[in-house]
């Protein structure tokens, strides 16, 4: 299992949506989505397991998204309106099972991208 990696991120107004790709080497049970702002801890923000089983921070519901592509081995965020808050650099994670959010940033378990940038100006 390699790194996988991520695409998608970049540079938006208030309010204004992205969508995050990640591309994995192999087909894993478990793929996440986390978030470091400059000064923060790591924070879960998405997981889904291969059965299409998702789990949300409080601050992603209503507004993201989390799928997947099974067969290309592709991990997807819908973002919409976007907040400044929602300022960070944004990796993606792989892992043979899925676990609480915030114990999988914590842990930082599996394996990890290299993470794309995303700002959100106000």
């Known amino acids: 299992q390699g790194d996988p990696v991520e695409s998608g991120g970049g540079s938006v107004q208030a309010g204004g949506s992205l969508r995050l790709s990640c591309e994995a080497s192999s087909r894993t049970s478990c793929m996440g989505w986390f978030r470091q702002a400059p000064g923060n801890e790591p924070e879960g923000v998405a997981s889904?397991?291969?059965?299409?089983?998702?789990s949300y921070a409080d601050s992603a519901k209503g507004r993201f998204t989390v799928s997947r592509d099974n067969a290309k081995k592709t991990l997807f965020l819908q973002m919409n309106n976007l907040k400044p808050d929602d300022t960070a650099m944004y990796f993606c994670a792989a892992a043979a099972f899925c676990i609480d959010l915030r114990v999988w940033a914590m842990r930082r378990a599996g394996y990890w991208g290299q993470g794309t940038q995303v700002n959100v100006s106000s």
């Open positions: 889904i397991s291969d059965d299409g089983s998702t």
